[in-house]
């Protein structure tokens, strides 16, 4: 038996503002989880989702723009 351990992904899909600042959409249920813990549904600033960092065992993910999940980089 190999006892491998994975990261908790969180997905999100991230889109940008005018003023240049990212907003993520949860997609996935660890990561509505994590917005119902910040109070809110959709639409999470990188502020909100930066103070819920070291909350949780869950690791942040985005969608890119090819598909593929990418590390959320603060």
């Known amino acids: 038996m190999s006892t491998e351990v994975y ?9 940008k503002l ?3 600042s990212r907003v993520f959409t949860p997609v996935n249920r660890r990561a ?3 917005a119902k ?5 959709t ?3 990188v502020g ?5 960092v070291g909350k949780g065992t869950y690791k942040f993910y985005a969608y890119a723009e090819n598909g593929s ?3 959320i980089k603060f």
């Open 48 to 52: 909100e989702l930066k103070s819920s």
């Open 18 to 20: 005018k003023n240049g």
């Open 37 to 41: 813990k910040l109070g809110k549904r």
């Open 32 to 34: 509505h989880i994590v």
């Open 7 to 15: 990261s908790r992904k969180a997905t999100f899909t991230v889109a």
């Open 69 to 71: 999940l990418k590390p």
């Open 43 to 45: 639409k999470i600033t």
